[in-house]
T-cell receptor, first 113, second 115 residues
């Protein structure tokens, strides 16, 4: 699976949009981009995933560049409860012998009032 | 249930004792995963079950660690002769069919403390 690079930490003001970048320059054509977050003392939570088109759900938007070498997770109106570690993961959607997610260090997002 | 259930939520054990951690996946989820997270660190993959296929055990750190799963239901992670370095939160996750880009659903974890 392709490796990803994320900034170690970011701050965001409450109510503003949080834009979390992720570089995945070695991504393959059949690899998806997944985002998870982990709030303190909880298990990781799935946020969103995409292949090449931009995606939006009730939690966030995912913008993938045309060359697919990078992506941005957007939390449109960050709240204090969005303070968490955000993980960007790239992997194939289907794999005959293994589909495990490999978590990196992620980005610590601190939302401040 | 609606989510992935793990038990116990907390476990304190003496060094050298064996422990069993349990995971109840979401009904119908064919894939089940175990991860370990030491304090202040990232998630380490331990083992992956997919239906009746042979499990992917590539992440188990030593032969003191083993896991079983009955069909597509409950899984138990067993740690024998526990050591202080085994202290961590053990997280279980499940997902639907492997042939789809679904996300995982994680449980709340079991916090294991070896004293």
């Amino acid at each position: 699976d392709a490796k990803t690079t994320q900034p170690p930490s970011m701050d965001c003001a409450e109510g503003r949009a949080a834009n979390l970048p992720c570089n995945h320059s070695t991504i393959s054509g059949n690899e998806y981009v997944y985002w998870y977050r982990q709030i303190h003392s909880q298990g990781p939570q799935y946020i969103i995933h995409g292949l090449k088109n931009n995606e939006t759900n009730e939690m966030a938007s995912l913008i993938i560049t045309e060359d697919r070498k990078s992506s941005t997770l957007i939390l449109p109106h960050a709240t204090l409860r969005d303070t968490a570690v955000y993980y960007c993961i790239v992997r194939v959607a289907s794999s005959e012998y293994g589909n495990k997610l490999v978590f990196g260090a992620g980005t610590i997002l601190r939302v401040k009032s | 249930g609606a989510g992935v259930s793990q038990s116990p939520s907390n476990k304190v054990t003496e060094k050298g004792k064996d422990v069993e951690l349990r995971c109840d996946p979401i009904s119908g989820h064919t894939a089940l995963y175990w991860y370990r997270q030491r304090l202040g660190q990232g998630l380490e993959f331990l083992i992956y079950f997919q239906g009746n296929s042979a499990p992917d055990k590539s992440g188990l750190p030593s032969d003191r660690f083993s896991a079983e799963r009955t069909g597509e239901s409950v899984s138990t992670l067993t740690i024998q002769r526990t050591q202080q370095e085994d202290s961590a939160v053990y997280l279980c996750a499940s997902s639907p069919r492997r042939q789809a880009p679904y996300g995982y659903t994680f449980g709340s974890g079991t916090r294991l403390t070896v004293v």
